[in-house]
């Protein structure tokens, strides 16, 4: 892939993690919450001590932003704010993960 494409893609991240910050804005949290959490997807690699298979699964599954759209999604349905945090937070931090690859 080329640079500039490289860094278009980033770009791109860059936009949806600005996105969760402004959506976490929206709920009734404190601003510490989003950065307490931001890195908790990244619990998933204790599968890793299971097994790689298993490690990769969990990694991958939780680092998926479908993952977190569906949680938002939901949460925003049944009014739930639990379920919308964590959809932010997933989705987020996937896009984070990808701008610093």
Known sequence: MN????Q???LEELGQFLLAILLF???DY???VFLACI???DLSMLG???STKIGAWMYNFFHHKMLGLVFL???LWLEHPMFTLIGIILFGHAAMDRIFG
């Open 3 to 6: 640079k500039s494409m490289n």
């Open 8 to 10: 278009l893609l980033k």
């Open 48 to 50: 890793y001590l299971v």
């Open 39 to 41: 890195l908790l997807p």
């Open 30 to 32: 404190a601003w510490w």
């Open 25 to 27: 804005n929206q709920l």
């Open 73 to 75: 999604m939901v949460g």
